[in-house]
C-alpha cells in the first residue's frame, strides 16, 4: 500500500517568512496530492491540491509543486500571518480508490 | 449547506457498554467515511461507504460496527471497547471517490474516553 513521509514534524517561523513542508510518497501510481489545515481541535480542511497531470498549483499565498519522477511534493506558504499556526497532513491517493494516504503531519507556529 | 454534522461531541463509556456515533451530511455526497484520530496523529481510515454500500474495511476490530442507513447517514456502533479505542472519531464525505472529485468534507468529530 501507500506510503507517505512528511518533514519536517515541527516548524516555526517569523510571521512575514516562508514556510515550505515536504512530503514524499512511495505508490507511483498515485496521482492525487490534497494538503489539509487541522488548527487546534478543529476538523481537518482541504487548502490545496494537486494532481499527477500539473507540475505545480498556486491559490493566494499557498502553493503546492510535485515531482512524480522523485515522488514528492511540497507545500510553500509565503507572507506567513498567525492564523497559519495549525498542524498541516499532506496526503496521496490513486485514481477511483477511496482510500486517502495521510502523511504524519507538521505543526506550524507563526511566531509574532 | 457544505457541513458534516456529527453527534455525540463528547461520549465517556465503559468497556461493557453500546453507544453509536452518528453522522450526517446533506450534501448529496455518496461516498461516506470513517477515521480515528489519536491525538498528534494523523486521521486513520476505518470504513468507507461508497453508494450505501461498505466498500473498504481497513481491518477495524469487530467492536467498532459501521452502518449506512442511507445516502446521507452514517453511524458507527461500538460495543465492548478497550481504553485504547479513546480517540476523535471523525466523519467525512466527498462526493464520489476522491480522486475524481477532490475535497474530503471533514465533520468536528467525536471525542471517545473508554474508561
Known amino acids: 500500500g501507500e506510503n507517505v513521509e512528511q518533514h519536517p514534524s515541527t516548524l516555526s517561523v517569523q510571521e512575514g517568512d516562508s514556510a515550505v513542508i515536504k512530503c514524499t510518497y512511495s505508490?507511483?501510481?498515485?496521482?492525487?496530492f490534497p494538503w489539509y489545515k487541522q488548527e487546534l481541535g478543529k476538523r481537518p480542511q482541504l487548502i490545496i491540491d494537486i494532481r499527477s497531470n500539473v507540475g505545480e498549483k498556486k491559490d493566494q499565498r499557498i502553493a503546492v509543486t510535485l515531482n512524480k519522477t522523485a515522488k514528492h511534493f511540497s507545500l510553500h506558504i509565503t507572507e506567513t500571518q498567525p492564523e497559519d499556526s495549525a498542524v498541516y497532513f499532506c496526503?496521496?491517493?490513486?485514481?477511483?480508490?477511496?482510500?486517502?494516504?495521510f502523511g504524519t503531519g507538521t505543526r506550524l507556529t507563526i511566531i509574532p | 449547506d457544505t457541513e458534516v454534522t456529527q453527534t455525540p461531541k463528547h461520549l465517556v463509556m465503559g468497556m461493557t457498554n453500546k453507544k453509536s456515533l452518528k453522522c450526517e451530511q446533506h450534501m448529496g455526497h455518496r461516498a461516506m467515511y470513517w477515521y480515528k484520530q489519536k491525538a498528534k496523529k494523523p486521521p486513520e481510515l476505518m470504513f468507507v461507504y461508497s453508494y450505501e454500500k461498505l466498500s473498504i474495511n481497513e481491518s477495524v476490530p469487530s467492536r467498532f460496527s459501521p452502518e449506512c442507513p442511507n445516502s446521507s447517514l452514517l453511524n458507527l456502533h461500538l460495543h465492548a471497547l478497550q481504553p485504547e479505542d479513546s480517540a476523535l472519531y471523525l466523519c467525512?464525505?466527498?462526493?464520489?471517490?476522491?480522486?475524481?472529485?477532490?475535497?474530503?468534507?471533514f465533520g468536528e468529530g467525536s471525542r471517545l474516553t473508554v474508561l
Open positions: 467525512a464525505s466527498s462526493q464520489v471517490a476522491i480522486t475524481n472529485t477532490g475535497e474530503l468534507f
Open positions: 496526503a496521496a491517493s490513486r485514481s477511483g480508490n477511496e482510500k486517502l494516504t
Open positions: 505508490d507511483s501510481a498515485s496521482n492525487y
